[in-house]
Nanobody, 119 residues
Framework: QVQLVESGGGLVQTGGSLRLSCVASGSIISDSLVGWYRQFPGKEREWVAHILNSGSTHYADSVKGRFTVSRDNAKNTVYLQMNSLKPEDTAVYSC?????????????WGQGTQVTVSS
């Protein structure tokens, strides 16, 4: 069973930066769509960004120009570089990998990492 583990969260001041990592226990990153999501207290989880196995990236409007998603296939890791952080970015951030092999679709989630941006 593949596991995803996020790290890199923490407390940062407004305008600061953090880099989140999502490490897969198996060699799936290069073949997967990997997305970052965040969940605010008491609200539904929302999509933040994703990177396709082609390397193409897409971002939510709320983070475009501030966040960058990248991938290191050799390390089975996807990163989320977060710059110019705002208090409204405070949330639990999770990664999700979707692996499609023929007709089989597998989905994996990490446990999440807390990001807190102080004003």
């Amino acid at each position: 069973q593949v596991q995803l583990v996020e790290s890199g969260g923490g407390l940062v001041q407004t305008g600061g930066s953090l880099r989140l990592s999502c490490v897969a226990s198996g060699s799936i990153i290069s073949d997967s769509l990997v997305g970052w999501y965040r969940q605010f207290p008491g609200k539904e989880r929302e999509w933040v960004a994703h990177i396709l196995n082609s390397g193409s990236t897409h971002y939510a409007d709320s983070v475009k120009g501030r966040f960058t998603v990248s991938r290191d296939n050799a390390k089975n890791t996807v990163y989320l570089q977060m710059n110019s952080l705002k208090p409204e970015d405070t949330a639990v951030y999770s990664c999700r990998a979707v692996l499609i092999l023929g007709v089989k679709i597998s989905e994996y989630w990490g446990q999440g990492t807390q990001v807190t941006v102080s004003s």
